[in-house]
């Protein structure tokens, strides 16, 4: 029996006592830019922006292939700059994730896009000789001297951001698990 005026349901938990603190390994400020995570970060930006320069830079002749690569490129090159600027200005501190598992779940998917990405962006550049037209007698290649070699720098840029994404997922796959 309930006595009376009584609820058979207990008061409400507090909110705040369920969140768990950050769990972050990697410093906040300007110290992220000091540690090899940062750097890595910050070679993926600047060899991601290389790649879709050089990608935009060329007459698209696979729309589907460089398109793809175009994509996986531009977001990779966002997401990280957002991964970034939450160390920079130390919102990691303020939002209650574990950060840790994050980053790792960030740099693998981006790791396997990337490397998707450079495959593709390879494989165009290796079709520098397939004729365009099959049924005419001009012998015009799908790609020109100077796209093709457009398309060998981004696709060695792309695979040096591949290296970048991996070496981040690596650096984050340790710190997760310890």
């Known amino acids: 029996m ?50 879709w320069i050089l990608v935009a ?8 292939l460089q398109g793809w ?16 600027c939450v160390f920079l200005f130390s919102y990691a501190n303020r939002i209650a994730i574990n950060w840790n598992q994050t980053d790792f779940l ?6 396997v896009f990337y490397f998707g ?14 004729p365009r037209n099959f049924n005419s007698t001009i012998q015009e290649t799908l790609l020109s ?6 398309s060998i720098a981004a696709s060695i840029f792309a695979f040096a951001t591949t290296v970048c994404y991996g070496c981040s997922t690596a650096l984050a796959l340790r710190r997760w698990k310890l």
């Open 2 to 51: 309930l006595p009376r005026g009584g609820s058979s349901m207990p008061p409400p938990p507090n909110p705040a006592a369920y969140f768990p603190p950050p769990r972050i390994t990697l410093p906040s400020g300007l110290d992220i830019l000091r540690t090899y995570s940062g750097a890595f970060v910050f070679l993926e930006i600047l060899f991601g922006t290389i790649v």
């Open 57 to 64: 830079a060329t007459r698209v002749p696979l729309p589907l």
């Open 145 to 150: 001297d100077h796209e093709y070699n457009i």
């Open 117 to 130: 990405a450079f495959l593709l962006q390879a494989a165009t550049t290796s079709l520098h000789h397939l």
């Open 69 to 84: 690569v175009m994509f996986v490129a531009v977001t990779a090159w966002f997401l990280s700059i957002v991964f970034l």
């Open 106 to 111: 960030f740099h693998g998917a981006t790791f």
